[in-house]
């Protein structure tokens, strides 16, 4: 799949310093959802392709309906300029709005509340057909019917990928998600001071570190399977007159290559595919910057392994407050290591 890249220009002497940046950030955040590569068959892209068209077709009909009401050109240019804004919008909200699906409805609560409970109380040791034991019997002493539960535990088991596109979609649209909505601290602790180079955010998701580290001066890529999330970090970074080189995504299909990387950010992430794929990205002098939460790896000191191939300059475990998860106080992994 082609790399999307939006293009905005930057007028003379215009500069965003970082904490510029995080403000608009938490003010102009907007909505994003985890969609499955694996979902994006011809019905659906049909489907997406349409609203697009929808919100096209509609600009153009008012466009002519402009040009009769407002015969001054200058009128007509504003009044065309606002249609077309709003034509976009709508048709990334509608592009947004389509991976919820009412049949995934229970896996949200299931994600947000009943697996970090059960985790938390059982120090995160337990597996995937614990869970799934633990949740079935749950349900059946809150008297769902048998054939439900049934239903439930056949997605849990065989469409993951779905389910959690499905749960991003209603993370970000929910209005009471509490997540970090500014650059991840230790990222901008890191890139302080330092020349901007080429970097990859893995798994930029709405893209709140993606454009921070591009009005920094960095020339940023990005991939993340949410398409709705790849979207919105376009949308923003066009109203900044910054350039991003997105990809909608799972990491399996990306095209890492060879030494083109300064810097890669995990930020509440780890990586999925073999770790000599990120390794081989590096530049020589090149950096990993990695910051998440145990439930990333329950294996105390794993991710200082994970980079062994690499020079560990800098690795701590401290007791902060989550990026996600509720924003709740926990154990935080903060890796960076050097490509020798």
């Not at 009401?69 to 976009?88: D, H, N, V």
């Not at 699906?101 to 109380?121: C, G, H, I, N, S």
């Not at 049934?150 to 596109?165: D, K, S, V, W």
């Not at 398409?227 to 350039?243: D, F, N, S, W, Y």
Request: charged share 25%; aromatic share 10%; glycine share 8%.
């Amino acid at each position: 799949m082609p790399d999307d890249v939006v293009r905005g220009q930057v007028g003379p002497g215009t500069h965003m310093d970082a904490t510029n940046q995080a403000s608009w950030i938490a003010s102009g955040l907007l909505i994003s959802d985890k969609t499955s590569s694996q979902d994006r068959g011809c019905g659906r892209c049909c489907l997406r392709t349409s609203s697009f068209g929808l919100a096209m077709y509609t600009s153009s009909w008012l466009e002519v309906s402009v040009r009769l009401a407002y015969p001054s050109k200058k009128s007509r240019l504003i009044t065309c300029s606002a249609i077309m804004r709003a034509a976009a919008a709508l048709a990334i909200f509608a592009a947004l709005a389509f991976g919820q699906k009412p049949e995934y409805e229970f896996y949200y609560k299931f994600r947000a509340d009943f697996v970090p409970t059960l985790q938390e109380a059982n120090h995160w040791s337990l597996t995937n057909e614990q869970i799934f034991e633990k949740y079935a019997a749950r349900l059946k002493e809150d008297g769902v019917p048998e054939s439900e539960i049934t239903r439930r535990i056949t997605l849990l088991r065989t469409e993951h990928n779905t389910l959690e596109a499905d749960y991003w979609s209603r993370y970000y649209l929910d209005p009471n998600s509490n997540f970090n909505h500014a650059p991840n601290a230790f990222l901008m602790e890191i890139v302080k001071g330092t020349k901007a180079g080429v970097a990859l955010d893995y798994g930029m998701g709405q893209g709140r570190n993606t454009i921070y580290l591009a009005s920094l001066g960095w020339d940023v890529w990005g991939f993340d399977p949410a398409e709705g999330g790849i979207a919105i970090a376009q949308k923003r970074a066009k109203e900044l007159g910054l350039t991003l080189h997105t990809s909608a995504v799972r990491d399996s299909d990306y095209d890492f290559g060879k030494q083109r990387f300064d810097l890669i950010l995990f930020s509440w992430t780890m990586p999925v595919v073999p770790v000599e794929k990120v390794v081989d990205s590096l530049k020589t002098g090149g950096i990993v910057v990695m910051e998440c939460g145990p439930e990333f790896n329950n294996r105390r000191n794993a991710m200082l392994h994970l980079f062994d191939s690499l020079e560990i300059v800098h690795y701590e475990i401290v007791r902060a407050k989550a990026d996600f998860a509720g924003r709740r106080e926990t154990d935080i992994v903060r890796l960076v290591a050097r490509k020798p």
